[in-house]
């Protein structure tokens, strides 16, 4: 049997909801909001490289780049200065965006390591190299054009030369071997990775005289991901190593090189008409006595003092210490 609910009782249960709904919205009011720090996070780019490997790379190229300073200096015949401007995340394809076409482009493979880098040298650095390298004063046209075979041919030089002085500055972390697989003007010709792919770019400014221009060297993020555990290794004991390997290959390479060696003795002055006087049969009387030890010069440095003495029928050095200037 239904109860029907006489006025009072309807008052009341209004007032106990009204009261109710007030106590629930001054306890949310009066609760203490809770602030915290907001990442920014891209849910299609989940594979960006840590910043110890950025910091890794930025050590890396800066050695790249005194080397290459170095070496472009001397295949141009002039003063070039280079500088590591950015080391960059991004997709594949915001690197292409970024660079100008026509261009000059290539396509690397960095054996151990699987996948192919891409090499990017601008046309305001490119032309001007190779006015130098043909005699000019390093200009460059006036109207944006893309290189010809004979120009690609040229600049390939310079491309081979940058792999050799990146296969030196990896060397601390693994022992790469360059190959150019191939040169373009357009970069839609050679694509390494696909399009929506995280790539590190590292861009060099390089000035030569009063020109100058850009290149970028775009390096696969799961290529480095790949090898993230060799960047994990402390890099004083990464420098120990190698710098370890490398005194050995030297000690190696020259094991087998002959040294001319030479006894001296410079202890005596001539006068240059005494000198054009000498002749046949002329004695010479030097500053010294008979016992007083001789000089050895290896490679016309002075090393070892010593006298000369007979062995086995043959004229030898017997090394009695060593030369302290």
């Not at 990464?238 to 370890?244: F, L, S």
């Not at 030479?262 to 010479?284: P, Q, T």
């Amino acid at each position: 049997m239904e109860r029907i609910l006489s006025q009072d009782e309807i008052n009341a249960l209004f007032s106990s909801m009204s009261a109710g709904r007030h106590g629930l919205l001054g306890s949310a009011a009066s609760a203490p909001s809770v602030h915290g720090t907001v990442a920014r996070y891209d849910f299609c780019r989940s594979d960006r490289i840590s910043k110890d490997q950025i910091r890794s790379l930025h050590l890396l190229h800066s050695n790249f780049v005194r080397g290459f300073s170095s070496s472009i200096s001397a295949y141009l015949r002039t003063m070039a200065e280079v500088q590591l401007a950015s080391i960059e995340q991004s997709s594949y394809t915001g690197f292409l965006k970024g660079v100008s076409d026509p261009t000059l482009y290539c396509s690397v493979q960095l054996p151990p390591m699987s996948g192919n880098v891409a090499l990017e040298i601008s046309p305001s650095l490119a032309f001007p190299m190779i006015d130098m390298l043909l005699g000019g004063p390093g200009n460059a046209p006036s109207e944006n054009r893309p290189l010809t075979e004979i120009e690609i041919h040229i600049m390939e030089g310079v491309v081979r030369l940058m792999l050799r002085d990146l296969k030196d500055a990896w060397r601390s972390v693994q022992e790469l071997e360059p190959r150019l697989e191939g040169l373009e003007t357009k970069p839609q010709m050679l694509q390494i990775v696909a399009p929506g792919e995280a790539v590190v770019v590292i861009r060099f400014e390089i000035k030569l005289g009063e020109t100058g221009g850009a290149a970028s060297l775009c390096l696969p993020s799961m290529m480095l991901k790949m090898n993230r555990t060799r960047f994990d290794q402390p890099w004083h004991q990464r420098a120990a190593d190698i710098e370890g390997r490398e005194s050995k290959r030297i000690r190696e390479l020259v094991r087998g090189l002959a040294v001319n060696m030479s006894a001296e003795m410079h202890d005596k002055n001539l006068r240059i008409e005494d000198l054009l006087s000498i002749g046949a049969g002329d004695v010479l009387q030097l500053d010294r006595c008979v016992g007083d030890p001789v000089l050895l010069c290896i490679g016309g440095v002075p090393k070892y003092l010593g006298r000369i003495v007979v062995r086995r029928g043959k004229r030898a050095f017997e090394i009695t210490e060593r030369y302290e200037p």
